[in-house]
């Protein structure tokens, strides 16, 4: 077990509030005021103190918690192929991923590097979720 799913269970038994506060730093360690607002409306209404804005608490899942290594398993990412509406990433492109070594994405602005990176991101499962893989905008 990891220590991030060590964090998961042990935040299960946690009032809703503070598992709400475990999910956001996970996904984003630096908190902003809003964040704090929110953290702050779910602990009151916990006490009974009524939130003006029906604030709902978003919890850990394991879905968002990287799994664990296998020790006899061995996982490789090869390549990324055939990805379609993603970024302005071009269609039928394929990404290699060297088995043996040190991948380098390099090119010129809006070539796709951050969109391959995304992709990566969420393939990975990584922690850092922050940013989204939003379709081609140039599509219609």
Known sequence: MTILQEILNWSQGLPAWQQDAIARLYMKPDLNAQDFDDIYA????????????????????????????ASARLVQLAAIKNLRNVN????GQRLPINPNGLSVIYGENGTGKSGYSRVF????????????????????
């Open 121 to 140: 991101k969420k393939a990975c499962r990584a922690r850092d979720q922050r940013e989204s893989i939003y379709p081609n905008a140039h599509k219609g």
């Open 42 to 69: 779910l602990l009151k209404s916990a006490h009974g103190i009524s939130d003006p804005n029906d604030r709902v608490p978003s919890l850990l899942s394991a879905e968002q918690v990287a799994a664990p290594q």
């Open 88 to 91: 302005a990433l071009a269609e």
